[in-house]
T-cell receptor
Framework: GAVVSQHPSRVICKSGTSVKIECRSLDFQATTMFWYRQFPKQSLMLMATSNEGSKATYEQGVEKDKFLINHASLTLSTLTVTSAHPEDSSFYIC???????????FGQGTRLTVV | EDKVVQSPLSLVVHEGDTVTLNCSYEVTNFRSLLWYKQEKKAPTFLFMLTSSGIEKKSGRLSSILDKKELFSILNITATQTGDSAIYLCAGLSNSGYALNFGKGTSLLVTP
């Protein structure tokens, strides 16, 4: 159990367009999901915390209007990178936890390349 | 400010060696420390440690937490090339779900 599916695994888009990334918990309900960004050879940087049915909480320095997060159900959260630019190219990873203070399970990640 | 520091940042060993990876933490209202293994894609969960002094084991991997000294170690015995990866530790506080990650230890096991 505890499978988190992230889609797509890889996407290339043109500068100025928007890209949506989905994160699904397949066999459990996740009241909270997290979105991370990872640059090459660096650790995971938390972007935002997404709670089902409420607005996401963004980390300092993360643009809310650029990285739109929606957590419509207990099994699905989406991250939309709006008006993407080459500097948004990165590896984006989501994670989900069943309950408070339990381990987080990660999706496979999405490699975004903006050209 | 919470921080998690891992050492060494990188390590190269031969197959069969035993390695110890270190993780020290300063996490407000600390709850647990977690270890993950990251190969080419997203991290996979290894251990979650909440109590001091209780070793957790999974095959050749084991880990223990010292809440007095605020650190944890991850041991890998009889290393194999498939153990090559980045090992991440992360602190979890009682006040939130989000994980505070260290920078990771990049382990390379050579044949």
């Amino acid at each position: 159990g505890a499978v988190v599916s992230q889609h797509p695994s890889r996407v290339i888009c043109k500068s100025g367009t928007s890209v949506k990334i989905e994160c699904r918990s397949l066999d459990f309900q996740a009241t909270t999901m997290f979105w991370y960004r990872q640059f090459p050879k660096q650790s995971l940087m938390l972007m935002a915390t997404s709670n089902e049915g409420s607005k996401a909480t963004y980390e300092q320095g993360v643009e809310k209007d650029k990285f739109l997060i929606n957590h419509a159900s207990l099994t699905l959260s989406t991250l939309t990178v709006t008006s993407a630019h080459p500097e948004d190219s990165s590896f984006y990873i989501c994670s989900a936890s069943r309950l408070v203070n339990t381990e987080a399970f990660f999706g496979q990640g999405t490699r975004l390349t903006v050209v | 400010e919470d921080k998690v520091v891992q050492s060494p940042l990188s390590l190269v060993v031969h197959e069969g060696d035993t390695v110890t990876l270190n993780c020290s933490y300063e996490v407000t209202n600390f709850r647990s420390l977690l270890w993950y293994k990251q190969e080419k894609k997203a991290p996979t969960f290894l251990f979650m440690l909440t109590s001091s002094g209780i070793e957790k084991k999974s095959g050749r991997l084991s880990s223990i937490l010292d809440k007095k000294e605020l650190f944890s170690i991850l041991n890998i015995t009889a290393t194999q090339t498939g153990d090559s990866a980045i090992y991440l530790c992360a602190g979890l506080s009682n006040s939130g779900y989000a994980l505070n990650f260290g920078k990771g230890t990049s382990l390379l096991v050579t044949p």
